[in-house]
């Protein structure tokens, strides 16, 4: 797969096999991740990689999943991520300004998951304070967003926007993912 083809064919997937990622695959996605643009190369981003079941299971209640298609868009037990990769950043190397190194950091884990033929949902509405007290992060670790992971169990579509930019299911499940033209974000 060229970047291209994983640029643009990356969707936001939130139901999953069980079939579990490999430790080293989600090694490979941090590492990734470690490579991308950082703001005065200060590098603050630290990661927790969630892929023993038990810690999984722990975790999902604190995640809210697609607010367009609630409940709809909740994976159900045997749809659930097997793995989850939490982005934080070590506030003691830098207090704020984080969120673009995050941004670059996330994108390049979603892009390597893609071309690995792995679902992933990138997540900011999640309970920082219950998944801070669950792993035990110390104050100086600041939760940006996690990313959710799994092998793909629906296979998102992209629409031409038509004046709505709300996801939707069909009624055969497939969920319908609006993008504006290329035309219409040009200045």
Same mark, same amino acid.
Request: some cysteine; proline content about 6%; overall charge positive.
């Given at each position: 797969?060229?970047?291209?083809? =994983?640029?643009?064919?990356?969707?936001?997937?939130? #139901?999953?096999?069980? #079939?579990?990622?490999?430790?080293?695959?989600?090694? *490979? +996605?941090?590492? $990734? =991740?470690? +490579?991308?643009?950082?703001?005065? @190369?200060?590098?603050?981003?630290?990661?927790?990689?969630? @892929?023993?079941?038990?810690?999984?299971?722990?975790?999902?209640?604190?995640?809210?999943?697609?607010?367009?298609? =609630?409940?709809?868009?909740?994976?159900?037990? =045997?749809?659930?991520?097997?793995?989850?990769?939490?982005?934080?950043?070590?506030?003691?190397?830098? %207090? @704020?300004?984080?969120?673009?190194? $995050?941004?670059?950091?996330?994108? @390049?884990?979603? +892009?390597?998951?893609?071309?690995?033929?792995?679902?992933?949902?990138?997540?900011?509405?999640?309970? *920082?304070?219950?998944?801070? %007290?669950?792993?035990?992060?110390?104050?100086?670790?600041?939760?940006?967003?996690?990313?959710?992971?799994?092998? %793909?169990?629906?296979?998102?579509?992209?629409?031409?926007?038509?004046?709505?930019?709300?996801?939707? %299911?069909?009624?055969?499940?497939?969920?319908?993912?609006? #993008?504006?033209?290329?035309?219409?974000?040009?200045?």
């Amino acid at each position: 797969m060229t970047t291209e083809e =994983a640029i643009l064919g990356r969707r936001t997937v939130r #139901k999953f096999t069980q #079939k579990p990622i490999p430790s080293e695959t989600l090694w *490979r +996605l941090v590492d $990734a =991740a470690r +490579l991308a643009p950082s703001g005065s @190369n200060l590098q603050p981003l630290r990661y927790r990689i969630v @892929n023993e079941r038990r810690e999984a299971d722990a975790l999902f209640p604190f995640v809210r999943w697609a607010a367009y298609i =609630a409940p709809r868009g909740t994976p159900t037990e =045997a749809e659930r991520p097997v793995a989850y990769i939490i982005v934080c950043a070590e506030t003691t190397v830098r %207090k @704020n300004g984080y969120e673009t190194d $995050a941004g670059a950091a996330v994108e @390049n884990m979603l +892009l390597l998951a893609e071309s690995l033929d792995i679902g992933s949902c990138w997540m900011r509405a999640i309970d *920082r304070s219950s998944i801070r %007290k669950l792993f035990g992060f110390g104050d100086q670790i600041a939760i940006h967003s996690l990313v959710a992971l799994g092998y %793909k169990a629906e296979h998102p579509v992209t629409e031409p926007f038509a004046g709505s930019v709300r996801y939707y %299911k069909d009624e055969t499940g497939t969920l319908h993912v609006p #993008k504006r033209q290329l035309s219409d974000i040009l200045l």
